[in-house]
């Protein structure tokens, strides 16, 4: 009977792979030495992995930091000279779906993408792998709880002019689509007011939502919108972080897109199985990522509570528009 | 044919041809296609058409005008401020007797190496209206905290401290160049001090003073780096963060406006830079400075020496010491916060040990160290052959090399960045995406400072030993070798580092053309800034600003060992 439920056992484990790299050419990936990602995952999380990448299979993780924004116009511009220098990227939807549209990032695969719910799955990009979730977020060493809003509306409050972080609407693509999917948890008119009254209210803007998580951090602005996992990641170094809890909050998948002319082809496909692995998922919600790998939890306080609601995408044009509409509302 | 072939067969000739060719392409090559860019309907490597509609739209937007104002009055401001601080300063040191004026006057060089990307990021730390480290300090105390850096008199201030090093060294010359007999006489007619530094004194150095104002109105007008760090999250517009806005910072990103701007700030800069040169030929138009030798008398300044040695350490405080102490001190914290006892007690190291792990920053350091070592040497040598044309020989054309050399030097960095990005692109030799186009940039944007500092040096070589040289018999090259290049080494040393420390912290012009694999320390500082990995930065910040210190001490020991031998 043991024998049996130990062979049941190895067969299982051979065949849904708990080693990481089931579809990936390890010697091949080897031999390319290395692969190159761009991203806008924080630098420290990704070098977590780099060094388990390393060790495990030999090959060096080249990681480039940004925003998705800049990520997608070094992207393109790359291309459009001819040279695709990146093997894959972790961006967000819309961006990789019009890169997938001008044939710079291929179709992504790997056995991995079934240990995600079938939902989250995207048949061209894969699984919404992580959400990251934008909501109000304060430095308790500068905002006691009972100033702190309660509601989305009170960062109205002509107390707070002038003195909340945000990303710049007309330039982060991630800010955009956020501010545009905001009548989906509070109806259009709502949403549009609250929409012009952040504008009115001048809040200090910034190039992407990491630098607004820096300026609370930093207690030179305590207050605004960024992402909630910074409480977390933000925590380990001792910083006192909490949110706003309403009652849903936006937030937008993340994705992985994989170069149409890879440089290091394997090297490419085994980063991206190990990137989906429960190994590596695990470390990303260590750190406060909400990943959504079935039997990884996210380490936020009363993650479990958030109501997500992800964004709708936009595309061109879309952005485009919505650019136009809030340089009225943020920069008139 | 055979006329060409026998001009082309004098070696110098041959140089002057070839040189003349490279120059014309470096500075021509990126202009040309800043224009193309600037009229053309696609992006880069988009098939497309020509066009007006780029310029339409630029100039049919208010906003265009509304960012003109802001970099006139921006540059303006940084421009004038800058002045008056060296103005100051330099009379002090120079000037008068005021105690420990000759460490203060090394001192206020300090900040031309330091880059300028974390004088900029140390001054937000220290005035940010929330938690500025000053700001803090003005609280705990008079219960007021009176500064906000996010605005145009920020921003301003802060770029005058940028700038201030460069307008001492214009007017601290001139000051020690003075004739004093001018003065003297009107001291004899009895003149009191204040009445000989008002009628005498400013009126003789006005063209430095111009001088210095027009060159740092330009700099200012150009510069990416404080802009970058406070205009950008202050919702200012300049020109350089409008270009830097369409070419990198938005979504699709539009190089046909970023180079509309580009060409846009190149008219405004070209136009300044007329001015200066029109007024440092006034300059020697003015010059008391003969074959006599003398040093202008040390004013007096009896119960007002401390007070005088104080304001001008005062001013060096804001532009050295702050800067670098408040970058030390991030570097040290866990994480960037107003320090206070208890983040004291848990000072780190940690960030300095990230650094030797961390091989995007060791990789960045291998490119600035090969880009500033490489770059700095072909940048000099390059500039000694020009120079050497232009001042010691008479070929017809030498006045259109010297021109053509000068070019780039009123070629703002973010649009030469441009026109280059648009140029090599998908040049046939595939520099784009490497540390070349880095180079290519590097050269051509600051070969006019190596010009400069070997000109200077190749002026005061005596053509009698060339000729001497030549009727013992020696060739033109060996005569270059043997002769010229041992006589011109000081200047090209000084040159070499000067060069080499620009190299090593370039921003303006790297962030628009560098690629993730081939990644300086300038846009690896602003990506950590905008990380938030303020420690990392402040560790890389401390460093470059070591490196670049000890390349001026080796240089000075040079200079001293040579003149010494």
Same mark, same amino acid.
């Given at each position: 009977m043991r024998g049996t439920f130990l062979l049941g056992l190895g067969f299982f484990l051979l065949t849904f792979g708990l080693s990481p790299s089931a579809s990936a050419d390890v010697a091949g990936a080897k031999k390319e030495g290395k692969v190159v990602v761009y991203g806008s995952l924080e630098t420290g999380t990704v070098n977590i992995l780099k060094k388990a990448f390393k060790e495990r299979y030999g090959v060096d993780l080249e990681y480039w930091w940004s925003s998705s924004t800049k990520i997608t116009d070094r992207i393109t511009t790359e291309f459009r000279a001819g /040279?695709?220098?990146?093997?894959v990227t972790l961006n967000h939807r819309p961006l990789l779906k019009i890169m997938k549209k001008e044939g710079i990032v291929g179709t992504l695969s790997s056995p991995a993408f079934k240990f995600f719910p079938p939902e989250l799955v995207d048949p061209e990009v894969g699984p919404a792998y992580r959400h990251v979730i934008i909501g109000i977020l304060y430095n308790q060493a500068y905002i006691k709880d009972e100033q702190a809003? /309660?509601? #989305?509306?009170?960062?109205?409050?002509? /107390?707070?002019k002038g003195k909340f972080v945000m990303a710049d609407p007309t330039r982060h693509t991630t800010t955009i689509q956020w501010l545009a999917n905001f009548h989906k948890i509070m109806g259009k008119e709502r949403a549009d007011r609250f929409i012009k009254g952040l504008g009115a209210q001048k809040p200090v803007l910034v190039d992407s939502i990491t630098p607004a998580a820096q300026k609370i951090l930093t207690g030179e602005v305590p207050i605004g919108f960024t992402f909630t996992k910074y409480i977390v990641i933000y925590g380990k170094e001792g910083a006192k972080l909490d949110y706003v809890k309403v009652d849903k909050m936006l937030g937008d998948g993340q994705y992985m897109g994989v170069s149409s002319k890879p440089p290091h082809p394997n090297a490419a496909q085994l980063f991206i199985d190990y990137f989906l692995s429960e190994e590596a998922m695990k470390v990303l919600a260590d750190v406060g990522e909400t990943v959504t790998r079935r039997g990884v939890y996210p380490a936020l306080k009363d993650a479990d509570k958030i109501k997500f609601v992800e964004f709708d995408e936009l595309d061109e044009k879309g952005f485009a528009e919505k650019t136009q509409e809030y340089r009225k509302i943020f920069f008139q | 044919m055979k006329g060409a072939v026998g001009f082309l067969g004098q070696p110098v000739y041959l140089l002057f041809a070839v040189s003349g060719i490279a120059l014309a392409f470096l500075s021509l090559y990126p202009t040309f296609f800043l224009f193309y860019g600037s009229l053309r309907s696609t992006p880069i490597g988009v098939p497309g058409e020509f066009t007006w509609s780029n310029y339409i739209r630029v100039y049919s937007d208010p906003e265009t005008y509304q960012l003109l104002a802001n970099t006139l009055l921006f540059a303006a401001g940084a421009s004038g401020l800058s002045v008056l601080l060296a103005l100051v300063l330099a009379w002090i040191t120079v000037r008068t007797n005021a105690p420990f004026r000759r460490m203060l006057e090394l001192t206020a060089v300090v900040p031309n190496i330091m880059p300028s990307l974390l004088v900029a990021i140390s001054w937000v730390l220290l005035?940010?209206?929330?938690?500025?480290i000053v700001n803090e300090f003005s609280r705990a105390t008079l219960g007021i905290a009176p500064f906000n850096v996010y605005g145009l008199p920020g921003l301003i201030y802060v770029e005058a401290l940028v700038l201030t090093p460069l307008a001492f060294l214009i007017i601290a010359a001139a000051l020690r160049g003075m004739d004093p007999s001018l003065e003297e006489s009107a001291k004899t007619l009895g003149s009191g001090e204040a009445g000989v530094a008002v009628r005498i004194t400013f009126p003789l150095i006005r063209p430095a003073i111009l001088a210095a104002a027009s060159l740092n109105f330009v700099r200012a007008a150009e510069t990416f780096d404080t802009p970058a760090i406070i205009a950008l999250p202050a919702r200012i517009e300049v020109f350089t963060t409008k270009i830097f806005r369409e070419a990198i910072g938005s979504f699709p990103a539009n190089h046909n406006l970023a180079a509309t701007y580009g060409v846009g700030l190149l008219t405004l800069t070209l136009f300044f830079v007329y001015l200066y040169r029109r007024l440092t030929s006034q300059v020697e138009r003015y010059a008391t400075v003969t074959g006599k030798g003398f040093r202008p008398n040390l004013i007096d300044l009896r119960g007002w020496r401390y007070p005088a040695s104080l304001a001008a350490l005062l001013i060096l405080v804001l532009m050295v010491i702050l800067p670098i102490l408040t970058l030390f001190l991030v570097s040290i914290m866990p994480y960037y916060q107003t320090p206070k006892w208890h983040i004291l007690q848990n000072l780190t190291t940690r960030h300095y040990v990230s650094l030797l792990q961390d091989d995007r920053i060791s990789r960045a350091f291998q490119n600035s160290l090969f880009l500033a070592v490489v770059g700095a040497t072909l940048c000099i040598f390059f500039a000694a052959i020009i120079s050497y044309l232009t001042v010691k020989t008479k070929i017809v054309g030498r006045g259109l090399l010297d021109s053509l050399a000068f070019i780039p030097w009123a070629f703002p960095g973010a649009a030469l960045a441009i026109g280059i990005l648009w140029a090599y692109i998908?040049?046939?030799?595939?520099? #784009?995406?490497?540390v070349w186009i880095l180079m290519v940039a590097y050269v051509t944007r600051f070969l006019p400072y190596g010009l400069r500092s070997v000109s200077s040096t190749i002026i005061q070589i005596q053509a009698d030993l060339e000729e001497a040289s030549a009727t013992c018999g020696a060739g033109f090259f060996a005569t270059l070798r043997r002769i010229l290049i041992p006589l011109m080494r000081p200047g090209m040393v000084a040159g070499w580092v000067i060069l080499a420390t620009f190299f090593v912290r370039e921003f303006s012009c790297s962030i628009f053309l560098y690629s993730p694999g081939a990644e300086p320390l300038g846009p690896l500082l602003y990506f950590y800034y905008q990380e938030g990995s303020f420690g990392a930065m402040a560790g890389v910040g401390v460093l470059i600003t070591l490196l670049s210190v000890l390349m001026v001490i080796g240089a000075r020991a040079f200079t001293r060992a040579e003149i010494a031998g």
């Open positions: /040279k695709q220098l990146f093997d809003p /309660k509601s #989305y509306e009170d960062i109205l409050n002509p /107390k707070w | 005035l940010n209206p929330t938690n500025g998908n040049f046939p030799i595939p520099i #784009y995406a490497t």
